[in-house]
């Protein structure tokens, strides 16, 4: 039984919204201990002006060295911001903007995801009983979906669940069963228990996160934060691993660009990044 695009869409809609190898390079290796430092500075250019970036390896240093890796080897050179939210927020670092191919922009990665550095503590997955809408939402959100979106031929005991909760509006079936079942028929992560742990840092105006499609999924892909007031219902689901220093007014010209339906800038007005620079 194969998903079809019109449910995987229908399925979007109801949502709110790397691990290296063991044996690394020489070249990596340096590249991360230079990070020791508190702050590390860079640039980002594009053909709408410059964005000045402080980032903080001592709050998320895997996601900053991932940062600094990619700017260095030129990944981010000729991608665009391809989704642009006026009073949220502005992404990119997605490859396929490279291609001719619109229809992909936002399903591009460097070929490896890493885990989030969001909190502070021992992560403790969820298990048991799934007893409210807001538990049956992070399931949903962070296993289902992914899931979905990734197998051409879901579990019919998944898809069936699916289909319930799309029908009933409500988060009911997936209570059906417990955290565990999710975890063993979606093979997606497992669910983090936060409420013991500290959250490193919230996602404010200007700052600098990793955009990702649930749990320990980075790879690429930032949203800098134009909301004035902040997105506090992202707190702990995307890394912070920096912020603005200099040109938010180039990134707000960026988040009014005119877009389309999918909030991808128009083609003649995409904002290229023209070169990622980390200052030594």
Not at 41 to 60: H, R, S, V, Y
Not at 104 to 121: I, M, R, T, V
Request: charged content about 25%; proline content about 6%; some cysteine.
């Amino acid at each position: 039984m194969k998903i079809t695009n019109l449910l995987l869409m229908t399925a979007l809609l109801l949502s709110v919204t790397f691990l290296a190898a063991a044996d690394k390079s020489k070249k990596e290796e340096n590249m991360q201990s230079d990070l020791t430092a508190k702050k590390v500075n860079a640039i980002i250019q594009t053909n709408q002006g410059d964005i000045e970036l402080e980032l903080w390896p001592d709050m998320a240093p895997k996601t900053v060295a991932n940062f600094v890796k990619l700017a260095n080897e030129k990944f981010y050179e000729g991608t665009y911001f391809h989704r642009v939210i006026p009073d949220f927020m502005i992404q990119g670092g997605d490859p396929n903007t490279k291609d001719k191919d619109r229809s992909n922009d936002g399903a591009g990665s460097p070929g490896y995801k890493f885990e989030d550095e969001c909190y502070l503590g021992e992560a403790v997955p969820m298990t048991g009983a799934i007893t409210n809408e807001e538990q049956a939402h992070q399931v949903w959100q962070n296993q289902i979906l992914p899931y979905l979106q990734s197998t051409p031929e879901p579990d019919p005991e998944i898809m069936a669940i699916a289909d319930s909760v799309m029908a009933k509006q409500t988060g009911q079936p997936i209570m059906e069963h417990n955290y565990e079942y999710y975890t063993q028929k979606t093979g997606q992560p497992p669910l983090i228990d936060n409420s013991k742990r500290t959250l490193k840092h919230t996602v404010e105006y200007g700052t600098i996160c990793m955009a990702n499609s649930g749990p320990d999924t980075n790879g690429s892909q930032f949203f800098i934060v134009t909301r004035k007031d902040g997105c506090d219902w992202l707190n702990g689901r995307h890394t912070v691993f920096g912020k603005v220093t200099k040109g938010m007014d180039v990134v707000h010209k960026i988040e009014n660009l005119p877009r389309d339906d999918r909030d991808n800038p128009l083609e003649a007005n995409q904002a290229i990044i023209k070169k990622v620079t980390v200052k030594k």
